[in-house]
C-alpha cells in the first residue's frame, strides 16, 4: 500500500536553529499538507501546497516557516529559527487529485523537540 | 473562530459494546465531514467520510445533522482493536482544503 514518508523521525535542536523537515508524498498525489500536533492538543492545520505553490496557511505558518518541493518527490517543511513552543508533533499528509477535501494520508510524523 | 467539539472522554467499553461519539462544529458553512482514529503516539487515519444521508462501513456508522451542526459515529460490537482516539474532522468547504480537528474522544475497549 502507498504510503506518505517522513524523515527524521525525531529531532531535538537548540533555540533558534533551523530545522529541515523532509516528507515523501505518495508517488501521484497532487495536494500536499503539514500539519501539527502539540502533546496533548489538536491537530492543527499549517499550509497546503498545489502546483508548486502554497495554495493555504494558517496563523501559526509565520514568516519563520516556509516549504519547498525541490524535486519530483520530496515536500519540505522549514522552520528558521526554533522556538521552544514549536515542538511538537509535524505531520505531513497528501491527498489525490480527484478527491473529496480531507481524505488525507498522513506520515508517521516527525517529532520536534526545542530545547 | 471555527471550531470543532467533541466530548474527550475517556469511553471505557466491554469487548462487544456499542459506543456513539458525538461532535459539534461551529461553522455552518462547513461543507465535508470525516472520522478519522489516531492511535497512541501515531498519524490521524481516515475512518470514514460522512454524508448528509449517512453512511455505514461495517461495524461503523456515521451521522450528518446539518440542522444542528452536529456529526456522530456509532461503533457496534466493539472491539479490542478499536482502541484508539477518535477525531471529528470538518473542512470549511468553499474551494479549501484545510481540515479543522476536533481534540478527539478516546476509547478504551477491556476485554
Known amino acids: 500500500e502507498p504510503e506518505v514518508t517522513q524523515t527524521p523521525s525525531h529531532q531535538v535542536t537548540q533555540m533558534g536553529q533551523e530545522v529541515i523537515l523532509r516528507c515523501v508524498p505518495i508517488s501521484n498525489h497532487l495536494y500536499f499538507y503539514w500539519y501539527r500536533q502539540i502533546l496533548g492538543q489538536k491537530v492543527e492545520f499549517l499550509v497546503s501546497?498545489?502546483?508548486?505553490?502554497?495554495?493555504?496557511k494558517s496563523e501559526i505558518f509565520d514568516d519563520q516557516f516556509s516549504v519547498e518541493r525541490p524535486d519530483g518527490s520530496n515536500f519540505t517543511l522549514k522552520i528558521r529559527s526554533t522556538k521552544l513552543e514549536d515542538s511538537a508533533m509535524y505531520f505531513c499528509?497528501?491527498?489525490?487529485?480527484?478527491?473529496?477535501?480531507?481524505?488525507?494520508?498522513f506520515g508517521e510524523g516527525s517529532r520536534l523537540t526545542v530545547l | 473562530r471555527k471550531e470543532v467539539e467533541q466530548d474527550p472522554g475517556p469511553f471505557n467499553v466491554p469487548e462487544g459494546a456499542t459506543v456513539a461519539f458525538n461532535c459539534t462544529y461551529s461553522n455552518s458553512a462547513s461543507q465535508s465531514f470525516f472520522w478519522y482514529r489516531q492511535d497512541c503516539r501515531k498519524e490521524p487515519k481516515l475512518l470514514m467520510s460522512?454524508?448528509?444521508s449517512g453512511n455505514e462501513d461495517g461495524r461503523f456508522t456515521a451521522q450528518l445533522n446539518r440542522a444542528s451542526q452536529y456529526i456522530s459515529l456509532l461503533i457496534r460490537d466493539s472491539k479490542l482493536s478499536d482502541s484508539a482516539t477518535y477525531l471529528c474532522v470538518v473542512n470549511p468547504g468553499d474551494g479549501s482544503y484545510q481540515l479543522t480537528f476536533g481534540k478527539g474522544t478516546k476509547l478504551s475497549v477491556i476485554p
Open positions: 501546497f498545489y502546483n508548486n505553490e502554497i495554495s493555504e
Open positions: 499528509a497528501s491527498s489525490g487529485g480527484r478527491v473529496v477535501p480531507g481524505e488525507l494520508f
Open positions: 460522512v454524508y448528509s
